[in-house]
């Protein structure tokens, strides 16, 4: 299990099922050992599966973990230093990873 995926078992272990494993599945694939950024990897690989999705109700699943793991990227970079927290918001906003998504 990566440090990212304790992160998400340790905070969000009541979630439901089908939603973490889809996190853990996401953040598996995009092992960073900075745990904010694997979740924000995770998070912006999803949004691209779900805008190459054929937009039914087999992209809600990915959506919704998309979200949770980009939430959970800033909290995690918030725990490690609030002061990050804008410098995350450039990289992983519509000016990065979020703004290549549907480019």
């Known amino acids: 299990m990566t440090r990212s995926e304790r992160w998400i ?9 089908e939603l973490l494993d889809v996190m853990r599945a996401a953040v598996r694939a995009h092992d960073l050992p900075d745990v904010p950024e694997a979740l ?11 805008v190459d ?37 450039q990289r992983w906003g519509g000016r990065g990873g979020l703004g290549k998504v549907a480019a």
């Not at 905070?11 to 099922?17: E, I, N, Q």
Request: one cysteine or more.
């Open 9 to 17: 078992e340790e905070r969000l272990g009541s979630a439901p099922r």
């Open 40 to 50: 924000a990897a995770a998070a912006i690989a999803l949004y691209k599966q779900v």
């Open 53 to 89: 999705g054929a937009g039914g109700r087999e992209d809600a699943l990915p959506l919704l973990a998309a979200d949770a793991l980009l939430t959970h990227a800033f909290e995690a970079a918030a725990e490690a230093d609030p002061s990050s927290i804008g410098c995350c918001a």
